[in-house]
Each structure stands twice: as structure tokens, then as C-alpha cells.
């Protein structure tokens, strides 16, 4: 089983790596700052969750797959740019699932480190949608997370659901894998229908 | 007292939530995404002083009340944006009472924290100032405290006469009182008389 | 020899922040947030290192001499904007030099605090480029360090150079001159003879 989450953990890591890189060949960055960016988006939301919990170093930085992975990720999308490009519509089904699982495990790994139900449903989201944060925060841009098809909410219903089944004592498997399916179909019907939240009425003044 | 100081608190996080939602509704985030700017500039200056002394798991994700509140005021500025807008110059009261509170009581954290005077101040600063900053960079602009009306400025001056206070082991209530003042009477000044900081006299090479 | 480098460190953390106030003067940020950049480019690398290794609070918040030496650095650039520019060269070297200090002194830094090798290499580079990043996510614009004559590459040739010398327990003094002289050196090479790393062939689609 723990075998089984990290894979899962690394190809999250894999497919978040290559969302930061795709944004980093775009915005003609060089090829290191493309690797950097890579593991900025793949790492940064579980490094901002350990470092709030207190879990320094993060796990991130001290285990060295997670580099290893984001590199990968990086060169493949630096040198096969055009072939990254058209797998857009597989690469946000994988977006979806590395959501899921990296707001489900950030609920858990929360939860474990003794923190209440709202901060673990905070953390998990955060786990979840820190990357694509930090990639466009750093290309100075505002992080789409924030405007499109209910990627963050997704993520807050994974890590929600994790947080009630802990808190109904109920088994944990079960519930882990609810939470990611929760986060994982929002997203998918989010995409596939075009589902949005509404935007404010603003009228300039 | 602490009732008084916790409300006080919640008071800040209210108006400086208002703030990160208006930037949001500006900016057409949807729905989510101007709650999580809310949140953010209502709590990232907390967060960032705890992370810094270590005091993890920071006390604005443990305690619901921040959530909540920050969400409150996030839904009203969807809302009744038209209704916020109007209310500019009480707002802009509110978050200079906000900023007074959340500067003074961030050097008193530090303080208690065991930190020095130097660290003290600009942690109490960092408090006021953090949340105007991280809403600002998430809508990729330059945080508009760099550019306004004594606002760094007044939050330094009420952190630095909280430190001078505690150095000279005068009492503490009215030494927080008179931060307060100082900081809230500054940015009061500043923006009623337009007082300004000078900007260098910079001539393209 | 820690006298020495300390010294070193503190003209490391000058001539990050004239280069970060420079940046503030040129976006027409008041005095105030001029002297805010200045220590923000000086001081958020090693803060990030010493928050990501636990070190809390961090020394550059500690030790007043960083804010004493930004903040002067800061005032300098402000009211002599036109000096610095005519010494843009000079800077450019003495920034290479900060670099190649701050990333030697940050791999170090985590090895001591027990980090394995491959974190201690990536807070090294982190040390070196994080003023950098800091510095330009404030004002809205994409790090140059993701486009620039091999920066963050140099800061990553430096701090491995350290964490290879450590892993194989030579000599301490002779492996950080070794670091900082390969750091520098590349940085000068690539300054001086354009040296670039290749931008990935991007159409839009």
C-alpha cells in the first residue's frame, strides 16, 4: 500500500512537473529555468504544507525522487514541446488525478500531525493547488486555479471528504479512495461540461 | 481583555478580507478564487509571523473563526460589490484600524516568542503588511503598500513603539494602546493630507 | 575566519539589495518600499533556507546587521540612483560575488543541520537565487534568473561543488574557496562571453 501511494505521490509529482515546464517553455524561459519551474509547480504545495505543519525539512527537498521525477518531466516537455502540446486533453486527465491524490494525501499527512478538521481540509487544498500557484505567481501572472472549471473546489471536496470519514472514525482505505474520486470526477465533469462558478457583476466606478 | 483583543483581531481579518475580495472581484476571479484572496489577505501576514518564529501550525489556519470570517466577508463583497465600492473611504478606515491591531499585536507575538527588538519590529510590521502584499503579488501586480501613503510606514511605527514599550518594561496596555494609535493616527493623516514618501528622481539610461 | 565570513556575507547581503533596490527605483516604488525591496533581495534566500531546514527564526530577521546593511545599501541606491547605474558593471561582479558566497555558505549551512546531499545542494542554489526571485515576484515581472547567463546554474555549480567535497570529507576551507571560485568563475564566463543555455523551440499552436 505505501508503495502504491508513493508511485501515485510520483506521478502526481510527474504530471505537475510538466504543466510548470509547458508554462515555462512558453514564457521562453531557458532550460534550467524551465527544470526550476518544473519543480517549483510539482513541489511547492507540499513543501508550503510542510513547512505550516512544522514538518521541516520538507519531504520534498529531503527525498531526492521528487527532483529526480521533476527533471524528467522538465527536460521530456523542454526537448518534445509540440508532442506535449497535442496530449493536452490526457495531460489535464492526469492534471486531475495528481489534484486528487495530492489533496487527498495532504489532508492525511495534516491530519496525522495532529492538526483539526478545518486546518487538515485547508492543508489538503493547499497541498493540492499550491504548485499550480507558485508556477504562475512566478512567471507573473494571476494562477489560473483561481478562474477556471472548479479546480480548487475540487480540491476542497477531496480533502473534505478525507477529513469526515477521519472524523467518522470510518475505515481509512475506503475513504481515501472516495476523497480522490470525489476530486478527480469533480474536475473531469468540470472539464468535460464547462462547469464555472459564477464571476462577480463588477462595474467600473 | 483577550475576548477584546481576539475580536479586535477578527475585526482586522474582516476588513483586510474585504480588501483581498474587492482586488479579486476586480480582477474577475470566480467565486472560489475570491474567497481564497480573501483568506489570503486576511491571513497570509499572520501566517507568514508564525512561520517565521515557529510557532507552527500558525494560529489563523488552527482557529475555524479566521475561516469563517474571512469567508463572510469574502461573500459579502461578491455580493454587494456595488455596496463596497460606495463604502470606499470607511473601508479604508477600517483596514487602517486593521493594520494598527495586526502590526501591534505581531511585534507583542514576537516578543512573547523571545525575539529581539530588531526581529520584534519588523515582524509586527510584516504582520500589518504581509496580507496587502501576498493579495497583491497572487493578481501578479506590485503590492500597492510600496507605493502608498505611509502604509509600511505607520505599520513599522506602531510595531517599533510596541518593542520601545516592552524594552522600557513600561505596562503593557497602554503601550499596545498607543501603538495602535500611532499606527491607525499616521495612515489616518496620511491619506486625509495625501502625505506621501519621496520617489527618486529615476531618468531612463 | 568567521569574522571574515561574516564580513563576506554582509557584502554579499549589500550588494543584493542595491541590486533589489535599483529594481525599486526603477518601478517608482517610494522611499519606503525601495528600502523594503532592498532587504527583501538581500535577506529572502537565506530566510527561506533557514524556514524549509527548520532554523526559525532566521538569522537574517536575528542579526540587525542585515537590516542595518540593506537598509544602508537601500538609502545609497535612492539618493544616488545615477551612480549606480553608471557602476553597473562593478555591481554586476560584486552581485556574482554574493552569489557565489550565499550559495557556498547555504549548502554548508543545511549540511550542518544534517541534510543529505541532495537538499543541501538545492538550498544552496535557493540561498544564492532566492533574493533574486523575491525581488521580481514583488514587482510583478518573471525572475531574470529564469533567462539570464546561466545564474541559477552557476549558484547550483557552487553549492554542489561544497556537497561533493563534503560527502567526500576533504578539507573544509580549501572546498568552499573551490565553490565560490567555480560559482564565480562561471557567472564571469557567462556575463562576458554571452554564455546562454538553449530556449525551447515554442510555436503557439
Redesign the interface.
Known amino acids: 500500500m505505501d508503495t502504491f501511494l508513493i508511485a501515485f505521490d510520483l506521478v502526481g509529482t510527474f504530471v505537475f512537473a510538466i504543466s510548470g515546464a509547458a508554462v515555462?517553455?512558453?514564457?521562453?524561459?531557458?532550460?534550467?529555468?524551465?527544470l526550476?519551474?518544473s519543480f517549483a509547480a510539482a513541489t511547492s504545495g507540499g513543501?508550503a504544507r510542510d513547512?505550516?505543519?512544522?514538518a521541516?525539512?520538507?519531504v520534498a527537498?529531503?527525498n531526492?525522487q521528487y527532483?529526480a521525477v521533476a527533471c524528467l518531466a522538465g527536460l521530456i516537455t523542454?526537448?518534445r514541446?509540440?508532442a506535449i502540446?497535442k496530449l493536452r486533453n490526457p495531460v489535464q486527465m492526469f492534471d486531475a488525478a495528481g489534484l486528487a491524490l495530492f489533496a487527498v494525501s495532504g489532508a492525511l499527512k495534516a491530519l496525522e500531525?495532529g492538526?483539526?478538521p478545518?486546518?487538515a481540509t485547508?492543508?489538503g487544498m493547499l497541498s493540492g493547488i499550491g504548485g499550480g500557484?507558485a508556477r504562475?505567481?512566478?512567471?507573473?501572472?494571476?494562477?489560473v486555479?483561481?478562474?477556471s472549471d472548479?479546480y480548487?473546489?475540487a480540491a476542497?471536496a477531496g480533502a473534505a471528504a478525507v477529513v469526515a470519514g477521519h472524523a467518522l472514525a470510518l475505515p481509512l482505505a475506503p475513504v481515501v479512495v472516495a476523497g480522490a474520486i470525489l476530486c478527480f470526477g469533480l474536475r473531469y465533469m468540470a472539464i468535460r461540461h464547462g462547469w464555472?462558478?459564477?464571476?462577480?457583476?463588477?462595474?467600473e466606478?
Chains 1, 2, 3 share one sequence.
Not at 24 to 34: E, H, K, S
Not at 136 to 143: C, G, K, Q, Y
Open positions: 515555462g517553455v512558453r514564457n521562453r524561459l531557458d532550460l534550467f529555468g524551465v526550476v519551474l513543501i513547512v505550516l505543519i512544522g521541516t525539512p520538507p527537498l529531503v531526492w527532483l523542454f526537448y514541446d509540440a502540446e500531525f492538526l483539526g478545518v486546518s485547508l492543508l500557484i504562475d505567481v512566478l512567471v507573473a501572472r494571476t494562477p486555479i483561481f478562474q472548479l480548487a473546489v476542497l464555472r462558478l459564477p464571476v462577480a457583476d463588477h462595474r466606478p
